[in-house]
């Protein structure tokens, strides 16, 4: 089990440019989230998917678009970048099964936008 | 950049003492609560979580206690290990949500 999979790694932007971020998991999970992690401010919700078909916004959705693609995929999208996106981007997954709210994170991808 | 770490509160502790990390709730309607440690570089990993019929749970070398009544939120590690050094975030799901609400961690700090 590779668990929770984001793409890129790490990537650099000039600003107006677009790019999609990658997270596949393979636990068969029914929610999906994206979270940013910037500097002293925890892990901050931007948009999740409580099932595939379904996406809601989280804490701070302006400025990104999601796609659930699927059970296992959900996408996060970045269609004019800005410097203030500049962060760590984190995507999780969770089942909720007795009682237990667990999200499961991928590895993150390193956003620059220059 | 910036590391995850800047500016956070920070815990620096000797290996082998106990550790206790803490974190203030805002939300009296959270009903469940539950700590993640992250290691530099990688996510988030689930440590353990407490739902708020209950005050105090125990995992292996790590108890979670959880004090309603100043919405307030423990984490105790004993024998602290140098691998134990991270942040630790604490976050809550209040009543009728299904999202977590995460704080801003603290830095723990283990010396060999």
């Known amino acids: 089990n590779a668990g929770v999979t984001q793409t890129p790694k790490f990537q650099v932007l000039k600003t107006g440019q677009s790019m999609t971020l990658q997270c596949a998991q393979d636990m068969n999970h029914n929610s999906m989230y994206w979270y940013r992690q910037d500097p002293g401010m925890g892990l901050r919700l931007i948009y999740y998917s409580a099932s595939e078909g379904t996406t809601d916004k989280g804490e701070v959705p302006n400025g990104y678009n999601v796609s659930r693609l699927n059970k296992r995929e959900f996408s996060l999208r970045l269609e004019s970048a800005a410097p203030s996106q500049t962060s760590v981007y984190f995507c999780?997954?969770?089942?909720?099964?007795?009682?237990?709210?667990?999200?499961?994170f991928g590895p993150g991808t390193r956003l620059t936008v220059t | 950049g910036e590391s995850v770490g800047l500016h956070l509160p920070t815990l620096s502790v000797q290996e082998g003492d106990n550790s206790i990390i803490n974190c203030a709730y805002s939300?009296?309607?959270?009903?469940?609560f539950i700590w993640y440690k992250q290691e530099s570089g990688k996510g988030p990993q689930f440590i353990i979580d407490i739902r708020s019929n209950m005050d105090k749970r125990q995992g292996q070398r790590v108890t979670v206690l959880l004090n309603k009544t100043v919405k307030h939120l423990s984490l105790q590690i004993a024998a602290t290990q140098p691998g134990d050094s991270a942040v630790y975030f604490c976050?809550?799901?209040?009543?009728?949500?299904?999202?977590?609400?995460f704080g801003k961690g603290t830095m723990l700090l283990v010396s060999p």
């Open positions: 976050a809550e799901i209040p009543s009728g949500y299904s999202t977590l609400t």
């Open positions: 999780a997954s969770s089942e909720r099964t007795g009682g237990s709210y667990e999200q499961y």
């Open positions: 939300n009296s309607a959270s009903d469940y």
